[in-house]
């Protein structure tokens, strides 16, 4: 019988207690920081769809850390330390997510195919019906990325991190995914988990930002009646061509997201039906199954644990909660200039992260008046917020590799 | 990318802000026109020739009943109408269904 210690046949154990302090504190808390977003996405509090295999990818990558020998540790999830071409196909060969992880996520696909589906859930009817109003409450809440981008910096990011970082405010996920990519792919795994986390919050946490900010007499008003522009398939598919084609003129450099969108909201409006069922469904939802996944491997404690991490925390905290209120006083704006009619609420909608604000909006709007129907003021906002994410996350991108 | 200052990197992001300002209002402006064209382009009277008879067309695999229940639904919906054809929605080509029914039975070539 050969002399085997213990921890040999236990090699997940042995790593865990042969690493050093800051790596053993680093596992355990993100095994059980993956336990808790599983049960709150459970529970419905955080987005159950993404945080449930992040949470379990999250506990699974850090338990599972093992030795390949001559000092080598990793796990058998997927390395995104390997960048050369040899280093790429050796892992592929090894590691079971490495295919997704190099096909799929290092070149902006699978933020591409999350937008895809998103075009097909959206409606630009509601948009093309009040297209100034909705602009202009999407432009108000871009303040979070205003105001992050500079502060990154002040706090020691250097210009093409914080901006990649201020993106998290558009609180468009795929948008920060891309943004990350192109801007800062150096840290584009905690900026991408970071914005996650925090989007996944929304729901939860910006009913207290509206509560905080809109009285309750406000929140109860009702949208009075207005005549309504019946707008044709025809009407929205020749929008969305315009605006794509014009888009990526302007910004070649997110023209693969503008194409994605317009793309899905084309297939819509052309009644494409399989088409459609395909990428609003098996498409969609097995993209962002594999983003949650792929996001919870990534956050391997040697991988994560980086100084900066604090530092993105704190931002993309920041980053939302000034979107927050900066939708919401746009909705204040229109409110005086409509003479106290138009519900202010609806200016949270303009968070583009589509469409968990319109529903809080909504959500919120009828706990304080069960009559008041804002939603399709709040989808028009929410549209907005999307197309108004796209542009200046092009912009920011098209901006610092100029100023870079 | 790291020697740029705290009030020129406020510049950039003011400058990004407001760029990304004047394009959305632009796309705005842009919906309305489109909007508006379109709808113009739409009211505009057009010129088609009427058919020399309107006579109803029962297709001959509708049954009766289900004609004489459609009918009804329309009386009762939105009052006396002339029902020129009663059919199902026209369908996006019948070539793509046979591609469709061909690809799907691919991986069964003996059936």
């Given at each position: 019988m050969p002399d085997i210690q213990i921890l040999d046949l236990f090699q997940g154990i042995a790593t865990l207690v042969s690493s050093e302090p800051h790596l053993i504190v680093g596992r355990i808390g993100l095994m059980l920081l993956g336990f808790l977003l599983m049960y709150l996405g459970y529970k419905g509090v955080l987005e159950a769809l993404l945080m449930i295999p992040m949470g379990l990818g999250m506990a699974t990558v850090n338990a599972g850390v093992l030795d390949f020998g001559h000092g080598r540790r990793g796990t058998?999830?997927?390395?995104?330390?390997?960048?050369?071409n040899d280093q790429v196909m050796t892992q592929m060969q090894i590691d079971w997510l490495q295919p997704i992880y190099s096909l799929t996520f290092s070149n902006g696909l699978i933020a591409c195919l999350v937008f895809l589906g998103i075009g097909t859930l959206l409606d630009v009817g509601f948009l093309m019906v009040r297209p100034f109003r909705s602009m202009f409450l999407a432009i108000c809440a871009e303040l979070g990325t205003l105001v992050t981008f500079p502060l990154g910096v002040l706090m020691g990011l250097p210009i093409n991190q914080a901006a990649a970082t201020a993106t998290i405010g558009g609180a468009d996920g795929p948008m920060v995914l891309f943004a990350s990519l192109v801007l800062a792919p150096e840290i584009f795994v905690p900026i991408t988990v970071v914005g996650y986390l925090y989007l996944g919050l929304t729901y939860g946490g910006y009913p207290y930002i509206v509560k905080a900010l809109v009285p309750a007499r406000l929140r109860a008003i009702e949208m009075p009646p207005e005549p309504v522009k019946p707008i044709s398939p025809g009407q929205k598919m020749v929008f969305a061509v315009v605006s794509c084609v014009v888009l990526s003129l302007l910004f070649p450099v997110a023209a693969p997201l503008f194409l994605s969108l317009f793309v899905g909201v084309v297939v819509r409006e052309a009644g494409l039906k399989y088409f459609y069922e395909l990428f609003s469904n098996q498409m969609l939802y097995g993209a962002t199954f594999f983003l949650g996944l792929v996001l919870g491997v990534l956050c391997e404690a040697s991988t994560i644990l980086n100084p900066k991490v604090l530092i993105l925390l704190v931002l993309g905290i920041l980053a939302l909660t000034f979107s927050a209120i900066g939708g919401l006083i746009g909705g204040y704006v229109l409110y005086f200039l409509s003479g106290g009619k138009y519900?202010?609420?609806?200016?949270?909608?303009?968070?583009?992260c589509v469409p968990t604000t319109a529903k809080v909006a909504q959500k919120l709007v009828s706990a304080s008046n069960p009559r008041s129907i804002i939603m399709p003021h709040a989808l028009g906002a929410n549209i907005s917020g999307v197309i108004t994410s796209a542009i200046f996350a092009a912009v920011l991108v098209t901006v610092v590799r100029i100023a870079g | 990318m790291t020697g740029s200052t705290p009030t020129v990197v406020l510049a950039l992001s003011l400058f990004s802000y407001g760029l990304m300002a004047v394009i959305a209002v632009a796309t705005a402006g842009m919906i309305s026109l489109l909007v508006a064209g379109l709808s113009a382009a739409a009211r505009r009277p057009q010129t088609v020739a009427t058919p020399a008879t309107a006579t109803p067309v029962e297709p001959d695999e509708i049954d009766p009943a289900v004609v004489a229940a459609i009918s009804a639904a329309v009386q009762a919906t939105v009052g006396a109408h002339h029902i020129v054809w009663i059919g199902e929605a026209p369908s996006a080509g019948g070539w793509t269904s046979e591609v469709r029914q061909k690809h799907h039975g691919s991986h069964r070539p003996h059936s």
């Open positions: 058998l999830f997927l390395d995104p330390l390997a960048t050369t519900n202010p609420v609806i200016g949270i909608a303009a968070v583009s | -």
